[in-house]
C-alpha cells in the first residue's frame, strides 16, 4: 500500500488510459471527431520523482501488453552536454540544444525499440537511426571529394548489411540507432564476402529511409540533389555550414516518421492492426533552462508543419515554481474537454500553445489523512489498465498462413510485375500507375521531370512554396469539376500553363507566375453568374531553358482527344530557340496562345496563334533609350553606352535585345559599344569573356551600362563591379530579365553598394492591402506571400501571369455575349483574343492591354514599361515609367507609343493567309472563325434540320 498519494490521481490515470488506447478505427478517441493529435500533456507539481514512479508503474502493469513508454530525466541530458561537449558551448545554443535533442531522442527509440517490450509493440526506427549514424559519423574535416564519399559509403554498405535478419541476433541489445553496433570480426567478415555490394546499391533506391532522406522538408539535399553528397554533408563537421535548428527539426522529424511508419495500417501489415496503445515519451523536470521546453515546441513546430498525426504521447512534468504557461487546471477530465474543444477550433491556424494540455498535480495525501483510503483504492482501480484487443484476423496464425498462401499464387509473376512496374515508374517521375499525373508526366535523360501535372505533383521540386502553390492549383481544379456537376450550364474551360520550372536562377519567379494564374482561377471560380465558365488549369513544365517544350505539346495533344475543354495555352518561359520549336509545336495542334514574359521581336512572327502580355523588346530598347538620353541630360552619364548581351547563339532573347538597343541609343546619339559575356554556365565550344570580368571593366566608365543578358549573369557582373569599385560604381540599367533578380530579396540586397535600375513589365511592387484584383485574392490563397510581397513580387510575374489568363476570360466573355450558345473551341477563342482592343482593352495588373483591333497584331500597342531603382538595402522604387496604364499619363522623357511598322503589318498578313491555306486545321478555323464572325448565320443553320457541326 503507498505511503501518498496525489489527489486527482484517480482521474488522471483514466484520461491517460483514454489518450494511450489506440482505436480501433482512426487515429483519435471517438469523442473527438476529425481530431488529428494528441495534446503535450504538462504535469504541473513539485514532487517529480513520485510522478515518474506512479506513471511507469501504471504504464508498466498495463494487461495484457506493457505500453511502450521511457522515462527522459531532460537536466541530466542537458547537463551530459554540458560536461561532454564544451566544444559545442562556444557556438551559441543552438548546436548544443540540438545535441540535447538527439541525445533524448536517442534513449526514447532505444527503449521503444528494446526487447523490453513486446514484438508487436517494438519500433524499428529506420530514418532516425540512419540520420543520428550519419550525424555520429563525423569521420573526416576533407571537403565533398571521391574518396571521402567513397568511403562514407562504404562504411555504410556494412551498417546495411549489418543490420539484417541474419545479424539480428549478434548485435547487441538497443543497438538500433547507434552509430556502431558491437558484431564480431568473423560475422564482418562473412557478411562482406556473402553479400554483395550490388545489394546495398538496390537498397538505396528501393530503402524508405534512404528514399525519405532526399524528400524530408528540413534540409535541401542540394545540387546535384545525390544521397552521397546529402549523407556526407551531414557526417561532416556542420557547424560552419547547416543550421542547428533545421538539424533539430530534422531529427524529429525523422523520429516520428518512423513512429507513424510503424502504426500506419495496411492490410498487409497485420503488426500496425495489433498495436493497439500509443507510445508514451514523459520528459522529467522540464525547463527553460535544460531545453526541454525548446525540445516540446519543436515537436510541436513539427507536427504543425508536417499535418500529420504523430502516434506519440508526448507527457512533461515541470516544477510548480519553474511553470510558465497557461493556467494549469486540476480536473483532468473538465481540462480535457476544454481542450479538445479550443484544439479543434483552431483547425489549420494552431499555434504552439494550442497543443498543451496543462494538469495541476498538486501535494499527495499520506496515511492518516482524511479520505486517503478512498483515494487509494480509487486509484488502484484505475491503474488496472486493460489494452484493447487486436482485431482476430490480425493475428500471428492468420498472419504468417496468409503470407504463405500469398507467397505462393504470386510467384514468378509478382517479380516480373514488380520489374515492369520500377521501369515505368522511372519513366514517370518515380509515381505509380494509379497516381492521377502520372500517365502526363515524363523523365528525361537529363534527369528532369517534365510534362503536366493536373493534381498537385509537383514536378520532383522540394521547394515547399512551389508544392503548396500546386497543390493550391490542384484544389481549385477540383472545385472547378463540382461546380460544373453541381451547374452544368456553367461550361468547362481549360488552360494550360506551360513554364521553365526547373530553370536557372530560381524557381520563384515561376512560382509566383502560377500563384498568378491561381488568383484569376479563383476569382472565376467565384462567380454566380448562370453561364458564367469554369475555370481549369492544367500546370506543366517543359524543363530548364524549355528545351522539352515539343514534349509537352504531344502529352496536350494526347490530352486533347479526350478533353474538348482545352481553349488555349498561357506561360511560355525564356525568349530561346526552344520557346520558337514550342510556339510551333502548339500552332500544329491549333491552340492559341498568350505568353507571359516574352519579348523577343522575332516570336511574334512565329505563329498566328500567338500573342503576348509583355511588350516586345524594340518598344523596351527604345524606352532604355530614351531614359538614358533624360540621364543625360540630367548630367548624370556622358553620352555613350555599353550593350552587355549573352553569347549564346541559342539566346534569342538577348540576341535580339541587343540588337534593338544598338538601333535606339545610336539613334538617340549615344556611342555603342557592344560587350558579349560567356554565360554561366557555358555551352559547350563557346569561349570569352565572363560576367565578373564584365562588371570589373565597367569601373570607371562615365556612360551607361545597359545589361540585355539573363538574370544569373547580373548577380555575376555586380560581384565584379563590388570586388573592383564599389564605393565608386557604374551606372547601371537591366532590361526586363533582370526583374527576375530583383525579385529574390536575398540576391538583390547581397551587393547595397552597387545601384542599379532595371526595366519592368509591371508597375512594381504591391500590397495585399491595396484596391487590387490581383493581391486581394492573393492573400486569401497564399496568406504567407503577404508577407513578403513586396520582396518577392517585384518581378511582376504573378501580375502578368493573371492578365495572360484573364485575356482569356475576356475573350470567352465577349464571345458569349456576341454568339450565346457558340460552343467555346479554341477557334472561338482565338478570334475572341483579337477583339480585345479601343473600348474593350483589358485594364490588367500590369497595365492595359490593347492589341489594336487587327487580327494580325499580336503584341499589346503602347504597354506599360516602368524603371525600377535598387539601392542597398532600400525598397526599390519606380523613377517613371510609359505606356498606357489607366487614366495616368507615363514620364515626360518617354518615346512615342508603339505601333507595328507596316512591314511588320504586311509580313503578319502573308504569314497568317500562307498558315491558314496550307494547314488542314486552318481550314477548320476558317470555318469556325466565320461562324463567330457570323453568329446568327450560325446559329440558323445549327438548327437546320440534317445539318452537323462542323468539328472543330
Known amino acids: 500500500m503507498p505511503t501518498a498519494v496525489f489527489e486527482k490521481c484517480d482521474e488522471l490515470f483514466e484520461l491517460l488510459g483514454k489518450l494511450v488506447a489506440r482505436p480501433g478505427k482512426g487515429e483519435a478517441p471517438a469523442e473527438v471527431k476529425d481530431r488529428d493529435g494528441l495534446p503535450v500533456v504538462v504535469l504541473v507539481g513539485d514532487d517529480q520523482e513520485a510522478l515518474a514512479d506512479d506513471l511507469g508503474r501504471f504504464l508498466t502493469q498495463a494487461r495484457p501488453l506493457r505500453v511502450p513508454h521511457e522515462t527522459v530525466v531532460v537536466s541530466r541530458v542537458s547537463d551530459k552536454v554540458r560536461s561532454q561537449r564544451r566544444d559545442l558551448m562556444t557556438d551559441g545554443i543552438g548546436w548544443a540544444r540540438a545535441e540535447t535533442y538527439r541525445r533524448m531522442l536517442v534513449e526514447l527509440a532505444q527503449e521503444f525499440s528494446s526487447p523490453r517490450n513486446p514484438p508487436d509493440t517494438r519500433v524499428e526506427f529506420r530514418r532516425f537511426g540512419l540520420v543520428n549514424w550519419l550525424l555520429e559519423s563525423s569521420h573526416t574535416r576533407q571537403g565533398l571529394d571521391d574518396p571521402h564519399e567513397r568511403r562514407l559509403m562504404q562504411r555504410l554498405r556494412d551498417r546495411e548489411v549489418l543490420r539484417g535478419r541474419l545479424w539480428e541476433a549478434l548485435r547487441s541489445p538497443g543497438s538500433e540507432v547507434l552509430a556502431n553496433a558491437k558484431i564480431p570480426w568473423w560475422a564482418k567478415v562473412l557478411a562482406f564476402y556473402v553479400f554483395p555490394a550490388a545489394w546495398f546499391r538496390a537498397w538505396r533506391l528501393l530503402g524508405p529511409e534512404y528514399r525519405w532522406l532526399l524528400r524530408q522538408p528540413y534540409m535541401a539535399p542540394g545540387d546535384p540533389g545525390t544521397f552521397a553528397g546529402f549523407a556526407l554533408r551531414l557526417a561532416q563537421p556542420r557547424k560552419e555550414r547547416e543550421n542547428p535548428d533545421q538539424i533539430s527539426k530534422l531529427m524529429i522529424n525523422a523520429f516520428l516518421a518512423d513512429l507513424r511508419s510503424a502504426y500506419r495500417r495496411r492490410f498487409w501489415r497485420r503488426r500496425a492492426w495489433r498495436r493497439t496503445t500509443y507510445c508514451v515519451a514523459f520528459l522529467k523536470g522540464v525547463t527553460e533552462d535544460n531545453c526541454g521546453n525548446a525540445f516540446i515546441r519543436s515537436l510541436i513546430d513539427v507536427r504543425n508543419e508536417t499535418g500529420l498525426f504523430d502516434p506519440l504521447l508526448l507527457v512533461a512534468s515541470t516544477p510548480a515554481t519553474r511553470y510558465r504557461g497557461p493556467v494549469a487546471q486540476p ?169 521553365a520550372l526547373l530553370g536557372g536562377g530560381g524557381r520563384q519567379y515561376a512560382r509566383e507566375a502560377l500563384q498568378g494564374v491561381a488568383s484569376a482561377q479563383r476569382r472565376q471560380l467565384d462567380k454566380n453568374g448562370e453561364t458564367d465558365p469554369v475555370l481549369r488549369i492544367l500546370p506543366a513544365s517543359a524543363g530548364s531553358g524549355m528545351r522539352f517544350g515539343p514534349t509537352v505539346v504531344d502529352l496536350v495533344a494526347e490530352l486533347m482527344r479526350d478533353d474538348p475543354t482545352i481553349v488555349g495555352v498561357t506561360g511560355l518561359d525564356q525568349s530561346r530557340q526552344a520557346t520558337i520549336t514550342t510556339i510551333h509545336a502548339i500552332t500544329r495542334i491549333g491552340l492559341p496562345m498568350v505568353a507571359t514574359t516574352l519579348s523577343a521581336d522575332v516570336l511574334a512572327d512565329q505563329s498566328p496563334l500567338y500573342y503576348q502580355v509583355g511588350p516586345q523588346n524594340r518598344r523596351e530598347a527604345a524606352i532604355a533609350a530614351a531614359y538614358a538620353e533624360h540621364l543625360a541630360k540630367q548630367r548624370l552619364i556622358q553620352r555613350s553606352v555599353r550593350v552587355v548581351y549573352s553569347s549564346d547563339p541559342t539566346d534569342e532573347y538577348s540576341k535580339n535585345l541587343r540588337a534593338d538597343a544598338d538601333t535606339s541609343f545610336r539613334s538617340a546619339g549615344f556611342a555603342v559599344q557592344d560587350v558579349p559575356l560567356v554565360p554561366s554556365p557555358a555551352p559547350a565550344g563557346l569561349t570569352g569573356v565572363g560576367a565578373r570580368s564584365v562588371g570589373e571593366a565597367a569601373c570607371g566608365y562615365p556612360g551607361l551600362m545597359f545589361f540585355a543578358g539573363r538574370s544569373e549573369d547580373f548577380a555575376k557582373v555586380l560581384e565584379g563591379a563590388n570586388d573592383v569599385c564599389g564605393s565608386t560604381p557604374p551606372r547601371i540599367l537591366g532590361g526586363d530579365d533582370v526583374a527576375r533578380f530583383a525579385a529574390d530579396p536575398q540576391q538583390r540586397t547581397t551587393f547595397p553598394r552597387v545601384p542599379f535600375e532595371f526595366l519592368d513589365f509591371t508597375p512594381g511592387t504591391a500590397s495585399c492591402d491595396s484596391a487590387s484584383d490581383l493581391y486581394s485574392t492573393l492573400r486569401e490563397l497564399f496568406p504567407e506571400e503577404c508577407e513578403k510581397v513586396k520582396n518577392s513580387s517585384l518581378d511582376g510575374h504573378a501580375a502578368l501571369a493573371f492578365d495572360a489568363v484573364n485575356l482569356f476570360l475576356k475573350a470567352i466573355g465577349q464571345l458569349q455575349d456576341s454568339a450565346p450558345g457558340l460552343p467555346l473551341t479554341p477557334a472561338a477563342v482565338w478570334h475572341g483574343l483579337s477583339a480585345i482592343h479601343g473600348k474593350s482593352a483589358l485594364d490588367g495588373e500590369s497595365g492595359k492591354i490593347d492589341f489594336g483591333g487587327r487580327v494580325d497584331q499580336h503584341v499589346p500597342v503602347d504597354k506599360l514599361v516602368s524603371v525600377q531603382h535598387i539601392d542597398g538595402r532600400l525598397a526599390p522604387r519606380q523613377v517613371g515609367f510609359c505606356g498606357k496604364r489607366g487614366g495616368q499619363r507615363g514620364s515626360a522623357w518617354c518615346p512615342p507609343g508603339y505601333r507595328a511598322s507596316l512591314w511588320y503589318v504586311a509580313r503578319s498578313r502573308i504569314s497568317t493567309v500562307s498558315w491558314v491555306l496550307r494547314s488542314g486545321v486552318g481550314l477548320r478555323w476558317s470555318a469556325t472563325v466565320a461562324r463567330v464572325s457570323s453568329p446568327r448565320r450560325s446559329l440558323r443553320a445549327a438548327s437546320r434540320p440534317g445539318r452537323r457541326a462542323m468539328p472543330t
Open 331 to 499: 480536473d483532468p477530465e473538465r481540462a480535457y474537454k476544454f481542450w479538445w474543444v479550443q484544439f479543434e477550433k483552431a483547425g489549420r491556424r494552431r499555434r504552439a500553445d494550442d497543443w498543451y494540455l496543462p494538469l495541476q498535480i498538486r501535494n499527495p495525501l499520506t496515511v492518516g489523512s482524511t479520505g486517503f483510503n478512498a483515494l487509494v483504492q480509487q486509484v488502484e482501480a484505475a491503474q488496472r489498465f486493460e489494452v484493447p484487443d487486436a482485431p482476430r484476423w490480425s493475428r500471428r496464425g492468420v498472419t504468417v498462413g496468409a503470407f504463405a498462401l500469398v507467397a505462393v499464387l504470386a510467384g514468378c509473376g509478382g517479380l516480373v510485375a514488380l520489374d515492369s512496374s520500377s521501369d515505368w515508374k522511372r519513366a514517370h517521375c518515380d509515381l505509380s500507375r494509379s497516381d492521377p499525373d502520372a500517365h502526363t508526366l515524363r523523365r528525361e535523360v537529363t534527369g528532369e521531370c517534365v510534362g503536366i501535372a493536373p493534381h498537385g505533383y509537383a514536378f520532383g521540386i522540394p521547394d515547399e512554396d512551389v508544392r503548396r502553390t500546386l497543390a493550391t492549383i490542384a484544389k481549385l481544379n477540383a472545385e472547378a469539376e463540382q461546380i460544373h456537376q453541381d451547374s452544368p450550364r456553367r461550361p468547362v474551360v481549360t488552360l494550360v500553363h506551360i513554364s
